[in-house]
């Protein structure tokens, strides 16, 4: 079955840096466009990044466009979220979600990692 | 890149039907039926219930249904059951090539 597991959440201080991951299983990894969505606490989903199967287009919401990085690793399933120049307002759960071309949805999430940016 | 329009909340009684509606713009939903919804109860992960405007993720039941006239998307559930209870929201691509969430409704069944 499909799973995508994130990692690398934390505490850190503003302006600080972060690298989030997400490995995936179950399916053809290399085959599917992958997205990032953060949540934060209370608060409503916010789509963050796109990153396409092979890896060449990549989308990024405003809010972090200049300061996040989007990129995979199709050889290991891996999906990567470099975070840099981390405000307060960037706290929040970080999901990775499959994105179905199929479909036009995200069709499977991971079960979360949170990031924590304070002094 | 504005959030879509959600209300806060609604409610209904088990068996009832309920309808959440998600206003965007031309430039989204308007302009795409690549409109989907997910519903996420207290401290969970999202899930997919509903994929382009109005089709359903197989077992997801056929009580929720989708549809879309002009801006707004809607998500309709009937014969409301307790499990129903959660936060639900859309979402919608748009002409930037981006994604946007809708701010999200709680529902309440009573």
């Known amino acids: 079955q499909v799973q995508l597991v994130e990692s690398g959440g934390g505490v850190v201080q503003p302006g600080g840096s972060l690298r989030l991951s997400c490995v995936a299983s179950?399916?053809?990894?290399?085959?599917?466009?992958m997205h990032w969505v953060r949540q934060s606490p209370g608060k409503g989903l916010e789509w963050v990044t796109y990153?396409?199967?092979?890896?060449?287009?990549?989308y990024y919401a405003d809010s972090v466009k200049g300061r996040f990085t989007t990129s995979r690793d199709n050889s290991k399933n891996m999906l990567y979220l470099q975070m840099n120049s981390l405000r307060a307002e960037d706290t929040a759960m970080y999901y990775c979600?499959?994105?179905?071309?199929?479909?036009?949805?995200?069709?499977?999430w991971g079960q979360g990692t949170l990031v924590t940016v304070s002094s | 890149q504005s959030a879509l329009t959600q209300p806060p909340s609604v409610s209904g009684s088990p068996g009832q039907s309920v309808t959440i509606s998600c206003t965007g713009t031309?430039?989204?939903?308007?302009?795409?039926?690549?409109v989907s919804w997910y519903r996420q109860p207290p401290g969970t992960a999202p899930k997919l219930m509903i994929y382009?405007?109005?089709n359903r993720p197989s077992g997801v039941p056929d009580r929720f249904s989708g549809s879309k006239s002009g801006n707004t998307a809607s998500l309709t559930i009937s014969g409301l059951q307790a499990e129903d209870e959660a936060d639900y929201y859309c979402?919608?691509?748009?002409?930037?090539?981006?994604?946007?969430f809708g701010g999200g409704t709680k529902l309440t069944v009573l």
């Open positions: 990153i396409r199967y092979d890896g060449i287009n990549k």
């Open positions: 382009e405007v109005s």
């Open positions: 979600a499959r994105y179905r071309g199929q479909g036009n949805c995200f069709d499977y």
């Open positions: 979402n919608s691509y748009t002409n930037s090539g981006t994604w946007v």
């Open positions: 179950g399916f053809t990894f290399s085959s599917d466009g």
């Open positions: 031309s430039s989204d939903v308007g302009s795409y039926n690549r």
